[in-house]
């Protein structure tokens, strides 16, 4: 540890010697796997960025140079750098800091992260921002090769290519998104890759010639224009160049030595530029090297093991599909999270990972169905985000059946603010067509997956990651009609959405307890049913806006002699820990019991 004391800021670092920046990087190393195997995080991406990150704060200036993160999840080491180090400990916790990017947290990060493939956006929007305001910095996208499958990273290439901005975009490929990456641009950097020994051939000639007196410029000038001959041979697609980005590489990413050289050469271009870093996920600790996609993102050593929902959704997937041949599954790069593993190996000719693509992924879902297969696209809460208007247009204008099997929703935990899954039942909700389940415990979300078979419209389930206990099965009535769990001589009931808010409910005495398992349409039979003088208290691991207790306050707008409490999320819910959300929010048996008086 002889560095990790004395850098205690970034001209520290700065007055390293070469030999002493590579202590300094295992240093950071040892502290990131420390904390991460006790803290939880993503382990691998970061150790396969300590270098590239050390050589960029060696040369840039942050926070007058601007560096973007894409997804944010390797910038630890940034943190670190970035006056973060004492605080690094607690990192992922509540009241510590963030596993992402957060410019709310610490002036050097420039751009909130958490959510893939915004850097090359964001990045040219600040360099725009820069030359219209007529201020003089750099801009610099890290972006992974799995974050460059996303088509926003598209979007941005296209206009950064003609707009001809300065601004520096790092590639660092380690061939993996979280699982290997998967697609045709994958395959492409692939074969740029196999271009390696020329790449350093080049930069080793270019630095030699370089040097020479009174003719070294001219040699250079001769050297680039032979280079681009070379490579155009070398390479049969220069497509980062065809749209007018400056491509060098690949080089080795964990050499930092020459990173900083090739930073220093392009600093002062005045154009796009793209390096190209070839990075080992999970370098320099074996077994992360081994099992990059295993040591992608660890728990929290702390974490309690409950049921999982995505296993439920594994198993049953593969039995549907057993026995109709219409079934498929569809990711967006997140195949072990949501349980499609199992199916994967099954049906490999019925899988299809789309990469980080989840607004390509809902189409070309809706694209199957309209074609007479049954999809399944499986996918975390807030990712789905991403696909809001393809679930208009393209799933429910046309009522596709198309079937959402939506995970981590509600809060996430310590992956904080940009993950949490809080907003589904209300953008969902308010689409025509959309049907909306959220099953109170595996046997029923076995119950809602079979349903979902013979059910030819779209349809969402939505479940956190894990349930903690199995409930009696008390109604055989089909999965969108309510349940009622427990029933009580009162005029006071609870509407509760899913697994977490039924557990809490059952710790409240003396009320009526409904299952409120479909979210949309309400159940209009229960509701038509209430007699005045009640309280309904709705609760639902969502935004407050839009969400399934605005609908029943609606419902029951006209009458007077009937309270409605909605419980739920006022806006953002920036925690590290489900159970601070929940109890900042108001879900705990003290509030609840105040709220039915
Ligand atoms: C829109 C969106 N979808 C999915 C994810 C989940 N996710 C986090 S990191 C990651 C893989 C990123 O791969 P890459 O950019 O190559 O970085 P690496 O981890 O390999 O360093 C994925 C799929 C996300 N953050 N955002």
Redo the contacts with the bound molecule.
């Keep these: 540890m002889a560095y990790w004391e004395k850098v205690n800021s970034i001209s520290d670092l700065k007055a390293l010697s070469m030999k002493e920046l590579e202590v300094y990087a295992e240093d950071v190393r040892e502290h990131i796997i420390d904390v991460v195997q006790k803290n939880g995080g993503h382990l691998a991406?970061n150790l396969?960025?300590v270098e590239l990150t050390l050589a960029l704060h060696y040369v840039f200036d942050v926070p007058h140079d601007k560096i973007v993160w894409?997804?944010g999840?390797?910038s630890y080491t940034h943190k670190i750098v970035t006056g973060r180090r004492d605080k690094f400990s607690d990192l992922r916790k509540n009241g510590g800091i963030s596993g992402f990017p957060k410019p709310s947290e610490n002036e050097c990060d420039s751009f909130i992260g958490?959510?893939?493939?915004t850097s090359l956006s964001a990045a040219l929007g600040l360099a725009r921002a820069r030359d219209l305001r007529g201020e003089n910095f750099n801009v610099v996208s890290v972006?992974?090769?799995?974050?460059m499958t996303?088509g926003m990273a598209y979007e941005a290439i296209n206009d950064i290519g003609e707009s001809q901005e300065k601004m520096i975009i790092v590639l660092?490929d380690?061939k993996?998104?979280?699982s290997p990456?998967v697609g045709a641009f994958s395959n492409y950097l692939a074969r740029l890759r196999l271009s390696k020994p020329y790449a350093k051939f080049k930069h080793n000639l270019k630095r030699g010639v370089s040097a020479l007196p009174f003719f070294g410029d001219k040699l250079v000038g001769m050297f680039e224009r032979t280079r681009d001959n070379l490579k155009s041979i070398i390479l049969s697609n220069k497509l980062f160049e065809n749209f007018g980005i400056k491509y060098y590489g690949p080089f080795d990413g964990h050499n930092v030595k020459n990173i900083i050289d090739i930073f220093n050469q392009v600093k002062d271009e005045n154009r796009p530029v793209l390096i190209h870093l070839v990075t080992n996920?999970g370098n320099g600790y074996d077994v992360a090297e081994t099992d990059a996609e295993r040591f992608?993102g660890l728990s929290p050593k702390s974490e309690n093991k409950s049921f999982c929902f995505a296993e439920v959704v594994g198993d049953k997937l593969c039995e549907l599909a057993q026995k109709d041949s219409r079934v498929v599954a569809v990711t967006?790069?997140?195949k072990s999270g949501t349980g499609l593993e199992k199916f994967f190996e099954q049906f490999p000719e019925r899988s299809f990972d789309v990469a980080?693509a989840?607004q390509h992924a809902v189409t070309m879902a809706a694209g199957m169905a309209k074609g007479g297969l049954k999809p399944y696209f499986a996918v975390y809460s807030s990712?789905l985000q991403?696909g809001f208007d393809q679930i208009i247009h393209d799933v429910c204008l046309d009522n596709l059946p198309v079937t959402f099997l939506i995970d981590r929703a509600g809060v996430v935990g310590a992956d904080g603010i940009t993950h949490q899954g809080i907003m589904d039942l209300s953008y969902l909700g308010m689409i025509p067509n959309m049907t909306v389940l959220t099953p109170k415990d595996g046997d029923e979300l076995n119950e809602m997956l079979e349903f979902s078979l013979t059910f030819n419209a779209p349809l969402a389930i939505r479940y956190p990651k894990s349930f903690t206990m199995q409930y009696d099965k008390v109604s055989v009535a089909p999965v969108t009609d309510w349940e009622t769990v427990r029933k009580c001589d009162s005029k006071k009931y609870i509407l509760a959405v899913g697994n977490r808010m039924l557990d809490i409910a059952s710790r409240i005495d003396n009320v009526n307890i409904v299952n409120a398992r479909c979210v949309k349409p309400l159940d209009l039979k229960w509701l038509s049913k209430v007699e005045g003088g009640s309280t309904i208290l709705t609760m639902e691991d969502n935004v407050l806006a839009g969400g399934f207790g605005a609908c029943v306050a609606k419902y029951f707008s006209e009458k007077k002699d009937i309270k409605v409490v909605t419980l739920g999320y006022d806006g953002f819910v920036d925690n590290m820990d489900i159970q601070s959300s929940l109890n900042e929010a108001g879900f705990c048996e003290s509030n609840i019991k105040k709220l039915l008086k």
Aim: net charge negative; aromatic share 4%.
């Design positions: 991406s396969g960025s894409d997804v999840h390797q958490g959510h893939s493939s972006i992974g090769d799995g974050a996303g660092n380690n993996m998104s979280i990456n996920k992608h967006a790069a997140m980080i989840e990712f991403r």
